[in-house]
């Protein structure tokens, strides 16, 4: 990898000959754990403006028409989150000069506080091209981290680093963009009758005014709405989550744009769409259509039956097939899957049971993906497993060789598991002699139901009949026959793990203890996926290290602390709530057998202690009787503490005795874990599942109801 200095340029075909696409990643970290930021991409001409509003990407609007960009979203690194964006440069318009690549942060947040920015560029197999790092972070509260132009036909990158202390709206009208915060309220009478129906209503909300760029440029007002995806037609089954959130997260906007009140449809001028760096709320769409079935016996036809599935093979081909003829025929669906494997926005053809020659004997991938995009073909092989089965190596050591030979792209292994840096599932040897290179990428199926989730539930697609196709795959992926369920297994140190510091025999530096919080990790990294897809938000694991810690050594300090303390400890942070309130804990007790859910909540700044302790409990009216609430103090620790059945007639018991000043309160609930390795109802891995979707809806949802688009709010 070539380490990029500011100002420093090169050209990309002097580092690859895969670079026609390449794969952008922004990275940081935060010993705070909620430090984070937005990534966005601006294509510009000539005069170094964009052509118009729909050349910049951002969270309102990640992906381009034409496939060009794709902001694919934050994934979990070892030391933080790393934002990834896909860039096809074959396919970015002739009149596009540059394309910039920058972040931001939330108002009143600093760059400068976070730790270890980062800019990596990969090209289309995967190999690391470039990086850039920025260590004089300060008071920007936005940056510009690099661009990518064209010189004499050819694609260069500039490192660049420069920042902006007006933030994503000043970095915007910088360059050209006409940004418009102050959008109408939501009339909320006529939300709460839209929800009812089962419709998504356009919303817009409060924000504030233009601010000036850097540069001088100043924003101007506006009336209009920002761009948004098309919100597609689908009936999904409601979870627990989903159903607990749907009231309070404001709706969706659609391409429609608002009149305003009052005004005569002759008269109304034309509205003007401008981009909104206000974040674009969602709904979750509410089922109220009564059955038809005479009684409960009756069962739904089902697109993809799964009852009948019996033995491995059968349920690899079915999901293989079911899977790979979704993405071809929902072009939203295929193309976030490939993306991130360097699959170019084209034409997508899928297969299953091809046979291909390899030496003597003929092998058959489980399914092979074809892309075509001006002529030219991506291919990628596919392996899948289901049921927790292992992948073998040798199996996709041949698969890797074929691809090699044939001058396919990448190998794709589709299974239970879910991949951490680091550790491969599967180890394989790559021939350094060839010139053509393969990717070897893993695809979890918690992230292909996380990626469903996501479109069907939150951001939309094209037309009804693709959001049923969507819905009818979700179906198949969660139903107990078809072993697409995820993560399953603690692995074989779980249960040697377990009964060491039952017997107190487990020691320090003990390689079975880091294998279990592998495991753990991973996990987490499930269940951040699963919840994200039900609130359509990012949930990550939060990481409070510097960028520069070492994996490996991370993960054997809490190997330590899991020997000595019996304890594995996890935090969830749900994007879009701010600081301490966003983040879930997770803490699984192995000597006790107890699983704790926690949050915290900071006092207000104004107010008197009892007038909070009031409130706090009028909040959770509804919240489960045996949740712990605990008072913080300001520098001296933990306060009273109870159950909700003993404080609800007392309140003021959660005040500290003399002059002890309340800095929050923490909510905490408590569940006996499962003893088993595998997937039943009492296991380990089901117990941690049913603990958060618990918490979250019966804890986390009633605090956030006062403040709506916040998962949780001061008191």
């Given amino acids: 990898m070539r380490e990029m200095t500011k100002g ?84 970015v318009a002739p009149d596009v000069a540059q394309i910039i690549v920058a972040a931001s942060r939330d108002e009143g947040e600093r760059f400068g506080d976070l730790n270890g920015l980062r800019l990596t560029v990969c090209d289309g197999v995967g190999e690391d091209l470039l990086g850039f790092s920025i260590d004089d972070a300060g008071a920007e509260s936005a940056f510009v981290f690099g661009e990518f132009y064209r010189r004499n036909n050819e694609w260069k990158f500039r490192a660049i680093g420069q920042g902006y202390e007006t933030g994503l709206a000043g970095l915007a009208t910088d360059f050209g963009i006409n ?177 291909l020659p390899h030496g003597e004997v003929r092998k058959r991938p489980d399914g092979v993906i074809r892309v075509e995009r001006a002529g030219k073909l991506w291919t990628a092989l596919v392996e899948t497993k289901t049921n927790g ?85 979700l179906h198949y992926l969660q139903h107990e026959n078809s072993g697409c369920h995820g993560f399953q297994n603690m692995g074989p140190a779980w249960v040697p793990v377990r009964k060491g510091i039952d017997e107190e025999t487990l020691c320090q530096g003990d390689a079975r203890a880091v294998e279990v919080v592998e495991s753990w990790e991973r996990l987490v990294r499930q269940v951040c996926l699963r919840l994200g897809g039900e609130l359509g938000q990012k949930v990550l694991p939060v990481q409070r290290v510097r960028r520069s810690a070492d994996s490996r050594a991370r993960r054997e300090a809490q190997a330590d602390v899991l020997c000595r303390e019996g304890r594995l400890d996890a935090e969830l942070r749900i994007e879009g709530t701010p600081g301490t309130q966003g983040i879930l804990a997770i803490s699984a007790d192995l000597r006790t057998g107890k699983l704790r859910t926690s949050v915290e909540i900071p006092a207000p700044e104004q107010g008197y202690p009892l007038s909070w302790a009031k409130r706090l409990i009028r909040q959770l009216a509804d919240a489960p009787a045996d949740l712990h609430v605990q ?16 404080l609800r007639p007392e309140p003021a018991d959660l005040l500290p005795r003399g002059d002890g000043e309340i800095s929050g309160f923490r909510l905490s609930l408590f569940k006996g874990m499962g003893s088993t390795r595998g997937n039943a109802e009492t296991g380990f891995i089901r117990s941690v599942d049913d603990v958060v979707d618990r918490f979250y809806a019966a804890v986390v949802v009633p605090l956030g109801r006062s403040a709506p688009g916040r998962a949780v709010s001061s008191l």
């Avoid at 071809?328 to 993306?339: D, I, K, N, S, T």
């Avoid at 008072?631 to 003993?646: A, H, I, K, W, Y």
């Fill in 179 to 355: 940004v418009d915060d102050a959008a109408e309220e939501e009339d909320e009478e006529a939300a709460a009758e839209s929800a009812a129906a089962g419709t998504a209503e356009s919303a817009g909300t409060a924000g504030t005014a233009g601010t000036a760029g850097t540069a001088g440029t100043a924003t101007g007002p506006g009336t209009g709405t920002g761009p948004e995806p098309g919100a597609g037609t689908s009936a999904p089954d409601s979870a627990p989550v989903a159903a607990a959130v749907a009231a309070t997260i404001p709706a969706q906007a659609t391409r429609e744009p608002v009149a305003k009140a009052g005004a005569a449809p002759e008269q109304a001028p034309p509205t003007v769409r401008r981009p909104r760096t206000v974040r674009k709320k969602v709904t979750l769409p509410k089922v109220a259509k009564k059955s038809l079935a005479d009684n409960d016996t009756w069962r739904q036809a089902r697109l993809f039956p799964v009852p009948s599935l019996k033995s491995d093979r059968e349920r690899e081909t079915r999901a293989t097939s079911v899977l790979l003829s979704v993405m071809a025929q929902v072009p939203e669906f295929g193309r976030r899957l490939m993306a991130g494997f360097g699959a170019p926005a084209g034409r997508m053809e899928t297969f299953t049971e091809v046979s």
């Fill in 8 to 91: 420093a340029n090169v050209g990309l075909t002097a580092l690859s000959e895969n670079a026609a696409s390449v794969r952008v990643g922004l990275g940081w970290s935060s010993e705070t754990g909620d430090g984070d930021a937005d990534v966005s991409v601006l294509l510009l001409d000539e005069n170094g403006k964009v052509r118009g509003d729909a050349d910049f990407f951002f969270y309102n609007n990640p992906t381009a028409d034409d496939g060009s960009v794709q902001l694919l979203g934050k994934t979990p690194t070892d030391s933080g989150s790393e934002d990834r964006i896909s860039l096809d440069l074959a396919a």
């Fill in 631 to 646: 008072t913080l103090l300001v520098g001296e620790g933990d306060g009273p503490r109870g159950t909700l059945e003993r």
């Fill in 389 to 473: 089965n292992a992948f073998k190596e040798q199996q996709v050591q041949d698969y890797m060789d074929i691809a090699a030979r044939r001058g396919y792209e990448a190998v794709i292994t589709l299974g239970n598991d879910v991949a951490l840096e680091g550790t491969p599932l599967v180890d394989v040897k790559v021939d350094g002699r060839r010139k053509h290179k393969v990717v070897l990428r893993h695809l979890s199926w918690a992230e292909v139901a996380h990626q469903a989730q996501l479109l069907i539930r939150h951001e939309g697609v094209g037309n009804a009949a693709h959001a049923w196709l969507l819905q009818e795959l």
